[in-house]
């Protein structure tokens, strides 16, 4: 069965630390990956997709960046953390043609202080 | 453009029906699907529903589409304490790479 881990599960930085969120799936190959980030109080919103090896998209402009270096690893990174960075990150994945959408990791509480 | 609208906050009384609304842009998506938040946790998906049909029912939940007005409904029958949670809809995007569209979100209280 596939499963899909993310770490850490909480996390207190300090402003203009590196980031660094892992995210892995296993049981599964070629995954389409996701992180989005939601803010407190708020919705979902898409930071980064990829859907293969080295291939990232990003959907919205800020201070943070992802990477894809092997199939079923996706990486969520900053060099300097903002105070507006804070908030719960989710990573997800699902497979092209599958109907049942996402499938969620259980989240990273991130705090910038 | 991409927007899934939902209402913020909805309150029920333990053992009534909770009706969690929402609508959505793109009349092109395949699947409308719900995802249920509990505190500090991922989501967790509760159902899904194929473009094509109108209505699905699992257990308690009753998902209705009305694609004319682009309205999606889930209904959870003998709502209890651990239904608390933030409900999201989503839509496919009809761009591709299965991006998924989320609303902002339905908190529901449910209360004795």
């Known amino acids: 069965s596939q499963t899909i881990h993310q770490w850490p599960a909480t996390l207190v930085q300090p402003v203009g630390s590196p980031l660094s969120l892992e995210c892995t799936v296993e049981g599964t190959s070629n995954p389409n990956l996701y992180w989005y980030r939601q803010a407190a109080g708020r919705g979902l919103q898409l930071l980064f997709y990829s859907v293969g090896i080295g291939q990232i998209s990003s959907e919205v402009p800020q201070n943070l960046s992802a990477s894809r270096p092997q199939d079923r690893q996706f990486i969520l990174s900053s060099k300097k953390l903002l105070l507006s960075d804070s908030g719960f990150y989710l990573c997800a994945w699902t497979s092209l043609g599958r109907s049942y959408g996402y499938t969620f990791g259980s989240g990273t509480r991130l705090t910038v202080v | 453009g991409e927007d899934v609208e939902q209402s913020l906050f909805l309150s029920v009384r333990e053992g009534d029906s909770s009706v969690i609304n929402c609508t959505y842009t793109d009349s092109s998506s395949t699947y409308l699907y719900w995802y249920k938040q509990e505190p500090g946790a991922g989501l967790q998906l509760l159902t899904y529903?194929?473009?094509?049909?109108d209505m699905k029912q699992d257990q308690r939940l009753t998902v209705l589409l009305n694609k004319k007005d682009k309205h999606l409904s889930l209904r959870i029958a003998d709502t209890q304490t651990g239904d608390s949670a933030i409900y999201f809809c989503a839509e496919t995007f009809s761009g591709g790479y299965n991006k998924l569209i989320f609303g902002a979100g339905t908190r529901l209280a449910v209360h004795p």
């Open positions: 529903i194929f473009s094509n049909m």
